[in-house]
């Protein structure tokens, strides 16, 4: 495996963690996962630091 797939995959396999209850619930896990300039736009056109997604992510109710 050349060294572009290695990193692909392991991207990708952490855009997946983020998606685990366990994971979204837990701010530690979140604080390593996200890059302290971590932004994001949401579809409304919002921006999201860090701390306001590993905030809004731990404050969401689980089914």
Same mark, same amino acid.
């Given at each position: 495996?050349?060294?572009? +797939? #290695? =990193?692909? *995959?392991?991207?990708?396999?952490?855009? +997946? #963690? =983020?998606? *685990?209850?366990?994971?979204?619930?837990?701010?530690?896990?979140? *604080?390593?996962?996200?890059?302290?300039?971590?932004?994001?736009?949401?579809?409304?056109?919002?921006?999201?630091?860090?701390?306001?997604?590993?905030?809004?992510?731990?404050?969401?109710?689980?089914?």
């Amino acid at each position: 495996m050349d060294t572009d +797939e #290695s =990193l692909r *995959q392991h991207l990708y396999h952490l855009e +997946e #963690s =983020l998606q *685990q209850p366990e994971i979204r619930r837990s701010p530690e896990k979140l *604080q390593k996962l996200l890059a302290d300039d971590f932004v994001e736009f949401g579809s409304a056109g919002c921006v999201y630091d860090k701390q306001s997604i590993v905030e809004a992510l731990g404050a969401e109710s689980t089914l």
